[in-house]
């Protein structure tokens, strides 16, 4: 029998891989081999470097799930979430410290002191985060995308100036209160108490985060709404709520990830929050925007690239590099791979 001079032959069958894939895989394996050679060259430091880059990233993870919570609903680039993450940082020096007079060598009162203020904290940030979509963003839902993302860019330059007027320019010394202490050894390297409280708290708290926006009735409101805003309503969704729900838990978020920088890092100053919050943002497109995983993903990703850059010792760019590395990793993103790396790809709506 003839073969169907229609069919496709079996080459044409066979996906070819794109330009952008090989270069995406050069680049990959480019990046293995400096990692090997850097492993080589120094075993503890290259784990001591790794071991700070996690931690950073569980720190970038918290903000970037408020980005990527508030853009699954809205689309909206929240980029004021940034600044909230410095006022979490702010408010938790001055609750702490003003409020409760915390100072190293207060023993076992620290940790409910520390506890009280990580409310606070996360009570503060997310009531501003809900005021600002209620006074900045919802008058704007109908308009066209520009005006939000210009009034969302406003907000976020108040923020720094309402930090500067309240906080001053230097940066604010917190208490270091964080113990520092081993928890365990790792190839010469110690794993250290600070570094443990952040990953204790950014793991449950993804889970809490999977499990409400999955499981529970709000979380099936903040889905619906994210698909459909007008079906959802003629459902009984109330949207309004929805929507400031969902600022709510993503400016509790950017509080805590505030009152952990603090404390670890023990300095904040006022514009810290929009250089940290376009690096989050820059995590939540690597991971894809939208996907709660993905968010947690690009974050700790871009945390070693950039503890790898600042502090490898084989032919590393240097700090001086950081931001140029992260934000090409973002364009490269938007341009191969808008979708991110846990996204999945869907077609703009006619």
């Known amino acids: 029998m003839a073969a169907d001079a229609s069919a496709p032959s079996l080459a044409e069958r066979i996906p070819r891989p794109s330009l952008s894939s090989a270069i995406g895989l050069v680049f ?15 075993p503890s430091s290259f784990i001591q470097v790794s071991l700070i880059g996690l931690t950073t990233g569980c720190l ?11 853009y699954g609903i809205l689309e909206l680039i929240n ?7 410095m006022l979490g940082g702010m408010f938790a020096i001055t609750y702490s410290t003003h ?13 409910p002191i520390l506890i009280v203020t990580l409310v606070l904290v996360m009570l503060s940030c997310g009531a501003i985060n809900a005021t600002i979509e209620r006074v900045a963003y919802r008058p704007l839902r109908g308009a066209p995308r520009l005006a939000p993302l210009i009034t969302a860019i406003g907000a976020s330059f108040i ?7 309240f906080w001053g320019p230097n940066y604010v010394p917190a208490p270091s209160v964080f113990p520092t202490s081993s928890v365990f050894n790792i190839g010469g390297v110690n794993f250290t108490w600070n570094m443990l409280i952040v990953f204790l708290f950014t793991i449950p708290v993804l889970l809490v985060l999977l499990y409400l926006v999955q499981r529970t ?10 698909q459909d805003m007008d079906a959802s309503a003629m459902m009984g969704i109330d949207v309004n709520r929805t929507i400031s729900f969902t600022f709510v838990i993503a400016g509790a978020l950017a509080g805590a990830a505030g009152f952990l920088y603090a404390f670890y890092v023990t300095a904040v100053r006022f514009d810290q929050g929009f250089q940290l919050g376009l690096i989050a943002f820059t995590a939540a497109v690597l991971g894809g925007i939208g996907n709660l995983p993905g968010a947690v993903l690009g974050a700790v990703l871009i945390g070693l690239i950039q503890a790898w850059n600042e502090g490898l010792p084989w032919h590393a760019p240097g700090s001086d590099w950081t931001q140029s590395i992260v934000f090409s990793i973002l364009i490269l993103i ?8 846990l996204g999945e790809r869907t077609p703009e709506g006619g």
Request: charged share 10%.
């Open 28 to 42: 990959v394996a480019v990046l293995v081999l400096w990692l090997i050679k850097n492993f080589t060259v120094s």
């Open 60 to 70: 970038y993870a918290l903000v970037a799930l408020g980005y990527t919570l508030v």
């Open 79 to 85: 980029f004021a979430n940034g600044d909230v993450f």
């Open 99 to 111: 409020f409760f007079n915390l100072h190293p060598g207060q023993g076992p009162v620290i940790v």
């Open 159 to 165: 923020i720094q100036d309402i930090g500067l007027i």
């Open 217 to 226: 009735r709000q979380g099936k409101a903040m889905r619906a709404t994210a």
């Open 334 to 341: 938007l341009v191969f791979r808008p979708e991110g790396l």
